[in-house]
Structures are given as structure tokens and as C-alpha cells.
């Protein structure tokens, strides 16, 4: 039984460019989530998604943007990056995400911005 | 929004000892309280979760403890082991706002010594 997936596991960009990074989802899951953790804090919330709409942001700038296919698989977007943008994105899967479900992360994307 | 604090952010402990980490949270309508344990390049894992309608809650060696009035919650783990050692989180769910959106602590290098 897969878990989170995520791809790809390490990434490494020059400023001003984009990136995308993809999640699969647990099999049955709807929900999913994604987070930013910089070195040494907690993840930090960017945005949710569940039947592709959009359930919440977090405060992260413009330049993040993500969405949600029809298979629940869910791609988050980052333009112009910045050297503060490296980070681990971790994604995560819920079975309906209403409140106070268990997340079951993914094991992230490893960005660095250089 | 919701505050989550956690301490210590580091702690030493030799093998067989217990160990206990705090959290406090800043909204008394937070009614989740999941704690998360994450090794060096892993995915958080979800170890233990309680329900602000339940006092404590214990699987085999782990226990978590939580005082609505205090708005605190802790982790316990007894009679630990060098494979405890790793990271842990705490995070709140707060229910104002929709989705299930998680705000995590700092988090706590827990290090078992033989």
C-alpha cells in the first residue's frame, strides 16, 4: 500500500527561475496539503486542496500556486524563486480534509535555490 | 490564527530514562493536537494524535497529555530507546478558518544516549 509520494526528491535552481513539484496522494485520499519546512522550524502551511478547489492559503507571496487534477495528484508552483525559497516541500494526504483528520506526509522535495 | 510554542528544543536523555516535551497554544478553539516524529531526511510520521474532549491518551510507550484551561499539551515517552532519537513535532489544528490546516511547533532534537 504506497504511501505519500512525492517527485522529485532533490531539486536545484538559480534565482528568477521556476519550479514544480508533484504529489501523488494516498490511494482513497482527496485532500491534499502543501508545507515548507526551512531548516531547523516546523513545516509552515502554503495551501490545501480537496476535490480541486482550493480550502486554504497560508501566507506565502503570489509567486506560489498550486492545484489539484481530477485524480487528486496535486502540483505546487513557484515562480521567480529566491534564495530564501530553499526549503523541504513536503506534501501531505488527508481522507476528506475537514479538521482534525490525520496528515500522512510525504517524504518532500529538497529545493535549493542558488 | 494559532501560536504553537514548543521546549525544549533540544533534550538529552540516557536510555531507559523518560523524556517529556511541552507545547502551548494560543487559541482556545484549537481542537487537534497531533504529534509528529521526524528523522534526519525522512517524512514527519505521525506518532500520536488527542482530541480537545479527551485528557490523555497513551499508546505502549508514548503519551500525550493535554490541559484545555492551560492550553498546554505534552508528549511522553518512557523507557527510551537510541531509535527515539530524532526530531519531534507538535502542531495544533484550530478550527476557525475551514480545511484542516496543521500550525506545528519548532520542534525537539530528542538524542537517547547509550
Known amino acids: 500500500d504506497a504511501g505519500v509520494t512525492q517527485s522529485p526528491t532533490h531539486l536545484i535552481k538559480t534565482r528568477g527561475q521556476h519550479v514544480t513539484l508533484r504529489c501523488s496522494p494516498i490511494?482513497?485520499?482527496?485532500?491534499v496539503s502543501w508545507y515548507q519546512q526551512v531548516l531547523g522550524q516546523g513545516p509552515q502551511f502554503i495551501f490545501q486542496?480537496?476535490?480541486?478547489?482550493?480550502?486554504g492559503r497560508g501566507n506565502f507571496p503570489d509567486r506560489f500556486s498550486a492545484r489539484q487534477f481530477p485524480n487528486y495528484s496535486s502540483e505546487l508552483n513557484v515562480n521567480a524563486l529566491l534564495l530564501g525559497d530553499s526549503a523541504l516541500y513536503l506534501c501531505?494526504?488527508?481522507?476528506?480534509?475537514?479538521?482534525?483528520?490525520?496528515?500522512?506526509f510525504g517524504s518532500g522535495t529538497q529545493l535549493s535555490v542558488l | 490564527g494559532e501560536n504553537v510554542e514548543q521546549h525544549p528544543s533540544t533534550l538529552s536523555v540516557q536510555e531507559g530514562d523518560s523524556a517529556v516535551i511541552k507545547c502551548t497554544y494560543s487559541d482556545s478553539a484549537s481542537n487537534y493536537f497531533p504529534w509528529y516524529k521526524q528523522e534526519l531526511g525522512k517524512r514527519p510520521q505521525l506518532i500520536i494524535d488527542i482530541r480537545s474532549n479527551v485528557g490523555e491518551k497513551k499508546d505502549q510507550r508514548i503519551a500525550v497529555t493535554l490541559n484545555k484551561t492551560a492550553k498546554h499539551f505534552s508528549l511522553h515517552i518512557t523507557e527510551t530507546q537510541p531509535e527515539d532519537s530524532a526530531v519531534y513535532f507538535c502542531?495544533?489544528?484550530w478550527g476557525g478558518g475551514g480545511g484542516n490546516k496543521l500550525t506545528f511547533g519548532t520542534g525537539t532534537q530528542l538524542k537517547v544516549e547509550l
Open positions: 486542496y480537496y476535490e480541486k478547489e482550493e480550502r
Open positions: 502542531a495544533a489544528f
Open positions: 501531505a494526504s488527508s481522507l476528506t480534509g475537514t479538521g482534525g483528520e490525520k496528515l500522512f
Open positions: 490511494s482513497g485520499h482527496k485532500s
